[in-house]
T-cell receptor, first 111, second 116 residues
Framework: DAKTTQPTSMDCAEGRAANLPCNHSTISGNEYVYWYRQIHSQGPQYIIHGLKNNETNEMASLIITEDRKSSTLILPHATLRDTAVYYC????????????FGQGTRLTINP | GAVVSQHPSWVICKSGTSVKIECRSLDFQATTMFWYRQFPKQSLMLMAT?????????EQGVEKDKFLINHASLTLSTLTVTSAHPEDSSFYIC????????????FGPGTRLTVT
């Protein structure tokens, strides 16, 4: 799987939008961008995934640049419960492709 | 949503003993399951991939004779840590790929293993 680069940590005020960037400059044409998050001492939780179009669900929005070399996960109204480590991963959609986790971004939501 | 459970959620054992951790997909069939290990303040590290009815594929550096994986059914995979040592103390997490929908991968809540 292609590697991703994320900032080590970020802070955001409660109620504001949290924008988490991810670089994946070596992404292949058939690789999707996935976002997971891990709250302390729990298993990772799926957030969203996309190929090239922007995606939105009840948790977040995913903005992928036109060249697909980077993306941004947006939590529109961050709450204290969104404090977690956020992982950006690229992988092929089909088949039993393993998810390889990088170091992620530790997001802290401040009151 | 799809649920993956792990049992036990935490376990303390003595050096030299073996510990079995179960991973179950509760409401879907999983042809493929993954096992991860996570040390404090570190990311998840993939240990092995298990497919139902076949031998697991281990990542480089993971001892297959120490970490025994069995995926006997479409809803159950087990990880046995044999002859545990204190350095095996870690957070073990499993995940399951939903059969026929490989873009859906769900994680269990993890098992905290402490070896004394």
């Amino acid at each position: 799987d292609a590697k991703t680069t994320q900032p080590t940590s970020m802070d955001c005020a409660e109620g504001r939008a949290a924008n988490l960037p991810c670089n994946h400059s070596t992404i292949s044409g058939n690789e999707y961008v996935y976002w997971y998050r891990q709250i302390h001492s729990q298993g990772p939780q799926y957030i969203i995934h996309g190929l090239k179009n922007n995606e939105t669900n009840e948790m977040a929005s995913l903005i992928i640049t036109e060249d697909r070399k980077s993306s941004t996960l947006i939590l529109p109204h961050a709450t204290l419960r969104d404090t977690a480590v956020y992982y950006c991963i690229v992988r092929v959609l089909q088949g039993a492709q393993k998810l390889v986790f990088g170091q992620g971004t530790r997001l802290t939501i401040n009151p | 949503g799809a649920v993956v459970s792990q049992h036990p959620s935490w376990v303390i054992c003595k050096s030299g003993t073996s510990v079995k951790i179960e991973c179950r997909s509760l409401d879907f069939q999983a042809t493929t399951m993954f096992w991860y290990r996570q040390f404090p303040k570190q990311s998840l590290m993939l240990m092995a991939t298990s497919n139902e009815g076949s031998k697991a594929t281990y990542e480089q550096g993971v001892e297959k004779d120490k970490f025994l994986i069995n995926h006997a059914s479409l809803t159950l995979s087990t990880l046995t840590v044999t002859s545990a040592h204190p350095e095996d103390s870690s957070f073990y997490i499993c995940s399951s790929l939903r059969a026929g929908r490989s873009y859906e991968q769900y994680f269990g809540p993890g098992t905290r293993l402490t070896v004394t």
